[in-house]
């Protein structure tokens, strides 16, 4: 190999593939970047915001009521959703006249659920009929309550489906900001 080839392989190449390495361990276990495709998380997040996801965060905590999560359909495994975190295992979660009960209690300390009025819809989401929520498993809501496919309608969001927590819209520029 000639002296031109090596410093072509070492300025060009090897770089390239230390990009490519990185890049897919940081989207496999760090952090990712996702589109939204639907209003069902409007106010929040409209179609077409671009997202950052923390994938490693429930790594070390546990997910709390009020996170925007994103995970596999629970109906269609190659489909991501992203939805509010509304009940958390051994909860019972109810919706009375739009607003969430967990275990009989509206709920107090998270106000961006508290802001929201949620549809009476689908076989868990019956009017004055409250779901268990089971072991490792999460219901969760869109903001956009009206045209939402969530948990009202598939039921229980396993925790195994979880991906990450959605921390961060990067893009359009216009509406830059942290998610709440």
């Known amino acids: 190999m000639n002296d031109r080839m090596r410093y072509w392989i070492k300025e060009w190449v090897e770089p390239i593939i230390i990009a490519v390495i990185l890049a897919l361990i940081i989207r496999t276990w760090v952090v990712q970047a996702f589109k939204i495709p639907t209003g069902s998380m409007r106010p929040t997040l409209v179609e077409g915001d671009r997202i950052l996801v923390s994938k490693f965060i429930y790594k070390f905590k546990e997910p709390q009521r009020g996170d925007v999560i994103v995970f596999r359909s629970p109906e269609d495994k190659k489909k991501d959703f992203i939805k509010r975190l509304v009940g958390l295992s051994g909860e019972t979660v109810e ?24 549809y009476n819809r689908g076989d868990y989401g019956v009017k004055d009929e409250p779901v268990m929520v089971p072991e490792d498993s999460y219901y969760a809501l869109g ?19 979880l991906i ?5 819209i990067y893009w359009p520029l216009t509406r830059i900001r942290l998610i709440r």
């Open 164 to 168: 990450g927590k959605a921390f961060l």
């Open 95 to 118: 919706i009375s006249n739009g607003t969430i009960l967990i275990n009989n209690k509206a709920v107090e300390t998270e106000s961006v659920i508290r802001e929201r009025y949620y």
């Open 143 to 161: 903001d956009n309550s009206i045209s939402s496919r969530d948990s009202r309608y598939w039921g229980y969001l396993p925790k195994k489906y």
